[in-house]
């Protein structure tokens, strides 16, 4: 089945540590992002890639970073510089930044 | 910038009746697409409809469909024979055709209750 993938599902960290988020797409999407997802609030766009070894910061990249060294991979790292980690995080895809986004189930974050 | 605003935090309707979500944009493009995206209890967000400004007619999906008022900047969305599967958070999304980072504006969402 063609789709993207999130893990883990939930995720705990303690403060200070640096904590990966994966997300992987078969679909032979060209774009990926990710978004932050808060109580009572839209999502809000973290990073950006809309081809391999490529991405640009969105609206709150601070404290995140990410690498795309494959197509199929677009992994984000909430680092301890990331002052409010606690969030749920979405990853999405698109044939090219010009379609429609798809989105993985996301990952649930919480700082212990 | 932009800005997408969604008014009602949260709507209640009675299962097999007719609904509709508001939403309203501020933008100073003339050519721009409109989403409208559901996000059930499991949380993943699933594409319901799109509509492209430039078209006059509004976009219809099975149930679903859209009133585009271009000039008032609003962006309704009708669920017709409301079903307890449709429960869920809609988020209204705008993004510009020219924006060279193809960014999806949100608005806060709201929450869509059906009752049995």
């Known amino acids: 089945d063609g789709g993207i993938t999130q893990s883990p599902k939930y995720l705990f960290r303690k403060e200070g540590q640096n904590v990966t988020l994966s997300c992987e797409q078969n679909l032979n999407h060209d774009a990926m992002y990710w978004y932050r997802q808060d109580p009572g609030q839209g999502l809000r766009l973290i990073y950006y890639?809309?081809?391999?070894?490529?991405?640009q910061k969105g609206d709150i990249a601070e404290g995140y970073s990410v690498s795309r060294e494959k197509k199929e991979s677009f992994p984000l790292t909430v680092t301890s510089a990331q002052k409010n980690p606690t969030a749920f995080y979405l990853c999405?895809?698109?044939?090219?930044?010009?379609?429609?986004?798809?989105f993985g189930p996301g990952t649930r974050l919480t700082v212990l | 910038a932009q800005t997408v605003t969604q008014s009602q935090p949260e709507m209640s309707v009675q299962e097999a009746e007719t609904v509709t979500l508001s939403c309203t944009y501020d933008?100073?493009?003339?050519?721009?697409?409109l989403f409208w995206y559901k996000q059930p209890p499991s949380r993943q967000m699933i594409l319901v409809i799109r509509?492209?400004?430039?078209k006059q007619q509004n976009a219809t999906e099975n149930r679903f469909s859209v009133n585009f008022q271009k000039a008032a900047k609003s962006f309704s969305l009708k669920i017709s024979d409301s079903q307890l599967g449709d429960a869920a958070m809609y988020f209204c999304?705008?993004?510009?055709?020219?924006?060279?980072?193809?960014?999806?504006?949100w608005g806060a969402g709201t929450k869509l209750i059906i009752k049995p």
């Open positions: 999304a705008y993004r510009s055709a020219w924006n060279s980072n193809y960014q999806l504006i």
């Open positions: 509509q492209e400004a430039y």
């Open positions: 890639s809309q081809i391999v070894n490529d991405f």
């Open positions: 933008t100073s493009e003339s050519d721009y697409y």
């Open positions: 999405a895809s698109s044939i090219t930044g010009l379609n429609e986004q798809f």
